[in-house]
């Protein structure tokens, strides 16, 4: 559904979002809608003096949706033989399997000026990264990578030397996994057992009570069972510390939530965004945020989509002020250089610099990554609290 844009007479570039806006995954869509909503007002939809028309998709949690819906879209081309419309950007998937299908088949079309960016909303497992074709942008990186830090500050700043391991069994969680043993084990930790439990389990009773004890226990549990996992760990008698890899399967309300009854404080995480970041531009995402969301705070997932949005603005008027400074050699209607230009960005976020870079056949950043910790902030707000900084570290696997 189209919002209105600004006037003005210059062709519009079409910015689509490919969002889990039912189904599933309807909740973190709808706060990656949040933040790709404020950058559209932020900037004040228009880029480069061009007016941004907004269009969404809603996928339905379902990666072969999100794919119809962007054939759909942009056109059934893939030989060069068929008429098509493409539009210019794709803000989504956030499932890894529905981003790695929208950026194969955008790769599969034969025209260049049909080859359309794409740019992830949060960590992509590495399985993306070889059928990205070139479209693919991934700013918070590959998620064994956030592994591995979480991994490394649990060992060697905390010095913990045992760790238990809980997980869903899904694709993430075995990069998860594998990222955090290596910087757990490269820094004199061991793994002391390692359980993989049904994606739909919300009843760990059986899994805990045989855990054998340790310095920490490393889960990647979320939705339906991030809440009963922590108040069943704690009834198990488990004491050691929760790490939880992705701090955003832990929303403000849900820390509140089990703060209220003694266990939402000093459970470790990791994550690209916290809203407690101090720097100005946190500051000026957070008043936007908030003029569109009122007593609200932006989560790690309007982060998300929000820096996909800006990305793109970046590329976009990077290649504009070449044109506009006498370079006729690019164009910035043409998606090929777009993508160049984002391709090496360099950009200020709320989040701190990024730049990216090439990574395989897709693009990451190297950025500023945050150990955090859930903590009482006051009024009765429970936030993720960065205790630690590992600055300007290439996301890659």
Known sequence: QPVPVAAG???PIQIVFNGELSGELVYDGALVKQGVETALAMLGYQVASRPIEYIEIDNASDPVAAVEATRELVGTDTDGDEESDPVDFISGPLSSSGAAGVTFFLAQRQEDREKIPQCSVTAQPSDNIPTAGGLGFIPNG???SHGYYLGKFAAEVLQYKTANCIHYSDRIAEELQAGFEKGF???GGSITSLTYVPADTTDFTEYLEVLAPADCTLFWVRGNGAIPFVREYHAAGLTATLLVPM???YSESQLRYLNALGLGL???????????LDNPSNDQFIAAFQELYPGEYPTPEAFGGWQSIMLYARGVEAVSA???GGDRSVDPSDPADVIAAMATLSMDTPAGPITMSAYGKTYVATRDFYIV??????GGRVAWSPIKTYSQVLLGE
């Open 322 to 324: 070449q044109w506009a």
């Open 373 to 378: 910790r859930s903590k009482d902030v006051g």
């Open 185 to 187: 084990t490269e820094e």
């Open 247 to 249: 701090s955003s399967n």
């Open 142 to 144: 590959i998620y064994s």
């Open 9 to 11: 007479d210059a062709e």
């Open 266 to 276: 000093g459970i470790l995480g990791c994550d690209c965004y916290t809203p407690l």
